[in-house]
Nanobody, 126 residues
């Protein structure tokens, strides 16, 4: 089992920034890849960024390129998502997820992610 706890959510004005954290515990060696997903009110959840620790590759969806940065603190079981230039429509619950050890075909798809955090709410006021 892998436990994930997000923190760093809150309210921010449009154009502002936040840094979300995802602390992992448990059998962390199971998961090579970790991803950040978000679910706006009334919409489906979408992948925004992912990082795979075996090769250090990062992935992000087109709408956040240049504004969101995913990183992992060396030697620590914490993954961060720095989000800049937030827009009102990016109000959402942001989730951290860890893959279950079977690998991922698409790190930005929910498929293959087994463990999920409780989510961090981000509210962007216009």
């Amino acid at each position: 089992q892998v436990q994930l706890v997000e923190s760093g959510g809150g309210s921010v004005q449009a154009g502002g920034s936040l840094r979300l954290s995802c602390a992992r515990s448990g059998y962390t060696y199971i998961s090579n890849c970790l991803g950040w997903f978000r679910q706006p009110p009334g919409k489906e959840r979408e992948g925004v960024a992912a990082i795979c620790t075996d090769h250090g590759n990062t992935y992000d969806t087109n709408s956040v390129k240049g504004r969101f940065t995913i990183s992992q603190e060396s030697g620590k079981n914490t993954v961060y998502l720095l989000i800049n230039s937030l827009a009102h429509e990016e109000t959402a619950v942001y989730y951290c997820a860890a893959e279950g050890g079977g690998g991922l075909y698409n790190p930005l798809s929910e498929w293959g992610y087994t463990y999920w955090g409780q989510g961090a709410r981000v509210t962007v006021s216009s």
